[in-house]
């Protein structure tokens, strides 16, 4: 080799050791978990049941989101949903497999399962999100059944707000006097799902913010800021003020953290301590969670302010989850335990 032909050897190395260190294959996890953003017992149960079975990570993910989508005592995700400030319900949900399949779906009416609606986008045409009345024509195209999702409850909260017309979301607002279990202790439900086989999936679904301006979509839509997957990576949900999310484009960063070869919890707490310094909101009036998940099945979890909490089932046979948390309840559900855990927080 003439000297030449060495200094190119030489700067095509040194190119290569530039690049970002990518994960490595995925390590078969010996056993499924589920995951989900607040206290969604209920739901982790329906994923759980699919995983116990030796069901699909997607399906798991997707049955999980269903369950407060068809549930009308919960104003923030699909059926008795609070509606806007027009007085219409308006839905946003995705979906994201282990191969970087994807749908999504924005300010959707009359659908009962954004979720699902989500899915057959990814499945069933070419392209990823369809949005508004576009999106309700594809679903009745499907034969889905359009249902009216503004509940008298829902209604009668929203003509009370009418009264003052005031608007300033806040923080935790989605636990506030409520108790714990109860089907409203909770925001925008994520969920991701790591099956027997390796394959990692995930889904997010909300009603969003409620009296949010016409036509506003927030984080949960969005692939890369409410939800992103990679098979052999991980994968990330966010919940909580949906614009500070995008900006940062939350979920995908989680994911590059662990790619780069961060830990899950390091992942999480990097994505909330960055919107806590970079956003132009008041830090004190908004909350962010931040729920991440492994290919090996490490969990983590962070949250801007106290007071984030999410669950996870998994085997009973394995040792309680190793997130860095308060572990506030555990309750044993057939072939495992859920465990209720309180995140740590960065404002806290």
Excluded at 10 to 31: F, I, Q, Y
Excluded at 43 to 49: Q, T, Y
Excluded at 86 to 108: F, K, N, Q, S
Excluded at 162 to 170: C, D, G, I, R, V
Aim: aromatic share 4%; proline share 6%; net charge negative.
């Amino acid at each position: 080799m003439n000297r030449r032909d060495l200094l190119r050897s030489g700067a095509a190395l040194g190119a290569l050791a530039a690049l970002p260190r990518t994960a490595t294959a995925a390590v078969r996890p010996a056993a499924p978990v589920v995951v989900a953003t607040w206290d969604n017992r209920i739901a982790a149960a329906a994923a759980w049941d699919v995983l116990r079975s030796g069901g699909w990570a997607l399906d798991a993910a997707e049955a999980a989101a269903r369950v407060p989508e068809a549930d009308p005592d919960d104003h923030s995700v699909g059926l008795g949903g609070h509606p806007d400030r027009d007085g219409r319900v308006t839905l946003d949900a995705c979906v994201m497999d282990e191969r970087h399949r994807c749908g999504a779906v924005a300010a959707v009416e009359d659908v009962l399962h954004p979720v699902s609606l989500a899915r057959m986008v990814m499945e069933r045409t070419p392209h990823v999100m369809l949005v508004g009345e576009g999106a309700r024509e594809f679903a009745l195209s499907q034969g889905v059944e359009p249902v009216d999702l503004l509940t008298p409850e829902a209604e009668a909260a929203w003509r009370e707000w009418m009264e003052t017309a005031e608007y300033a979301p806040a923080v935790n607002s989605e636990r506030r006097d409520r108790p714990s279990g109860h089907a409203d202790d909770h925001d925008t439900i994520g969920v991701l799902a790591l099956d027997a086989d390796g394959r990692l999936c995930g889904t997010c679904t909300t009603s969003g913010l409620a009296y949010k301006m016409r036509g506003r979509v927030g984080d949960s839509p969005i692939l890369g800021a409410g939800l992103f997957v990679d098979g052999g990576t991980g994968g990330a949900v966010a919940t909580g003020h949906g614009e500070e999310v995008i900006r940062v484009a939350g979920a995908s960063a989680a994911v590059e953290a662990l790619r780069h070869g961060r830990s899950a919890q390091d992942a999480a707490w990097s994505v909330v301590e960055r919107i806590a310094r970079v956003t132009p909101s008041d830090p004190e009036a908004i909350q962010i969670g931040v729920l991440v998940l492994g290919p090996d099945g490490e969990v983590g979890a962070a949250g801007l302010q106290p007071g984030f909490n999410y669950v996870v089932t998994r085997p009973d046979a394995d040792p309680a989850p190793d997130a860095v948390g308060e572990v506030t309840h555990r309750e044993p559900v057939e072939g495992g335990l859920t465990f209720l855990i309180e995140a740590p927080s960065v404002r806290g």
